[in-house]
Structure formats: structure tokens, C-alpha cells
């Protein structure tokens, strides 16, 4: 399986280092929020002092998610929206990463029959037209504050002819906003043939806290067995950041699929 970190430009030297030691993918958590992509000049920075070293051959990025709603009813917000996911898919394109994820957003306990078919018929209808128009970058959309897998599943299925759009499961989440430490399993059966990535961090099965991997209540034996069962082979991020954290959640998950005779 292919394990991806977080870089951090303050440690640059050594997440390199890192990564190579480890044959590990980045995935870029530098251009998520509005005060960076507001900024031209602090965006093309970023972007140049990660292109004077030498980066791992796979990279990801996480792309904008405060506040896009590319199916809101709201043409204004769904122009913003747009603004903000074509600026991620452009930085994506200028640090050669392979896929951009982004979240669902919609509202979890809204659950108007018309608003969810409305989501889930105009995500279609967006994501396909991102596709076409981006011919060299995955789309990824990542669970947030889903209650339930039914609406990212649903939009998968309409999805499915698209090679290149997949669901992020963001494992954490899925615990923390199912609101159950079983909410994982359902999430894992309803989305594993649609999932492409996967977010793993830990916390205290109430508030997402990015815990390095074994430091919280998840219970990561449960996730290794869903992970050989359901989705064996997809790529993951250890969504924490720091060397240290990092560093301990890679030798937590080493340890966890060691016992089952799997090497990473």
C-alpha cells in the first residue's frame, strides 16, 4: 500500500528525508484555506520553495472545503465555489500532484427528499464536467460531517463510469459524525467499492482531533480487518502533522498489518 504524510515547509529538510527513507507520497494541506488562496503571491511562494526540493513522485493535495457548496441553490455561492475548486485543481497541476479531494459539505440533517436528490443529481453533474474539463487529475470527494455513507455512496454510483472519481474515506469522521465507534463498518460496507484514499487519524470517537494513529479510541484492529477485507491496496494518508506523530502512526500501522503478515 502506497502511505502518504503531510509535508511542512518549517521542516522541509527532514520531511524530505522522511519520505524518501520511507517511499512515502505528500499530500499538500497548504492552499485549504481562503487567506492563502486570496493571496497570488503567497500561494506562488509556496509553490516555489516545494519545487526547490526533490518530491516524492506521488502527491496529492487537499483541496479548498470551507464553505464550497458547488450544488447550493445559491448561484452566487456556486460561483464562489467553483472559483475556489478550479484554483485547487490549477495549484494541483502546478506541483504535479495525481488527485485533488475535496469534502461533501451538504447538510447532514437536512434531510428534505428534494434537497438530497438535488445534491446528489447536481454533484454528478459538477464533478463529471470537472473531469472532463481537468484530463490529468482525480477527483476525490472525502466524507465530513456525513451522518450516514447513503448520499457520497449514492453520488459513487452515478460516478462510476468516471475512472477518475473516487471517495476519500476519511476513517475519523466516519466514527466522530456517524456517532458511533461501529459507524466505521457501515461507512466501510456502503462506500469500498468506490474508495480510492483513505484518512486515518485517531480521537476520542467524539471530537476530530488528528490524533497520531493508536493514540485515541479507534479501534484500529476492527480498521485492519476492513482494510484487508473491503479495501485492500488503497493508498493512505496519515492525516496528523508533525514528524513525530507521524512518524509514530507509521510505525503503529506497520506494526497493526505485521501481525497480519502484511509488510508495509
Not at 520531511?15 to 492552499?31: H, I, M, R, V
Not at 451522518?147 to 471517495?167: H, N, Q, T, W, Y
Not at 460496507?189 to 487519524?201: D, F, S, V
Not at 500501522?253 to 503478515?261: C, S, T, V
Request: with cysteine; glycine share 4%.
Amino acid at each position: 500500500m502506497q502511505i502518504f504524510v503531510i509535508p511542512d515547509l518549517n521542516d522541509i529538510e527532514e520531511c524530505c528525508a522522511f519520505a524518501k527513507a520511507n517511499s512515502l507520497g505528500w499530500e499538500f494541506n497548504d492552499f485549504m484555506l481562503p487567506n492563502v488562496l486570496d493571496d497570488a503571491g503567497q500561494t506562488a511562494r509556496i509553490i516555489g520553495e516545494y519545487k526547490q526540493h526533490d518530491l516524492p513522485q506521488i502527491c496529492n493535495i487537499h483541496g479548498a472545503f470551507l464553505d464550497i457548496a458547488v450544488s447550493s441553490s445559491d448561484s452566487r455561492i456556486r460561483e464562489a465555489s467553483d472559483f475556489r475548486v478550479n484554483q485547487s485543481i490549477d495549484i494541483a497541476g502546478k506541483i504535479n500532484c495525481r488527485s485533488v479531494i475535496f469534502h461533501t459539505n451538504f447538510i447532514p440533517n437536512f434531510t428534505d427528499k428534494h434537497y438530497t436528490d438535488g445534491w446528489v443529481e447536481q454533484n454528478a453533474e459538477y464533478w463529471a464536467a470537472k473531469i472532463n474539463q481537468y484530463q490529468n487529475i482525480n477527483i476525490l470527494v472525502e466524507n465530513m460531517f456525513d451522518i450516514s455513507p447513503d448520499l457520497l455512496s449514492r453520488l459513487a454510483d452515478k460516478m462510476k463510469e468516471f475512472e477518475r472519481f473516487g471517495v476519500c474515506l476519511d476513517y475519523a469522521h466516519s466514527v466522530v459524525f456517524g456517532r458511533s465507534k461501529k459507524s466505521a463498518d457501515r461507512f466501510v460496507r456502503a462506500l469500498y467499492p468506490y474508495i480510492k484514499h483513505i484518512h486515518l487519524n485517531d480521537c476520542d470517537l467524539k471530537h476530530d482531533l488528528h490524533l497520531a494513529v493508536g493514540d485515541g479510541l479507534i479501534e484500529w484492529e476492527s480498521f485492519a480487518e476492513n482494510y484487508l477485507e473491503h479495501m485492500n491496496g488503497v493508498p493512505i494518508l496519515l492525516e496528523v502533522r508533525g514528524l513525530e506523530k507521524q512518524k509514530r502512526s507509521l510505525d503503529f500501522l506497520r506494526e497493526l498489518f505485521a501481525r497480519r503478515g502484511v509488510i508495509i
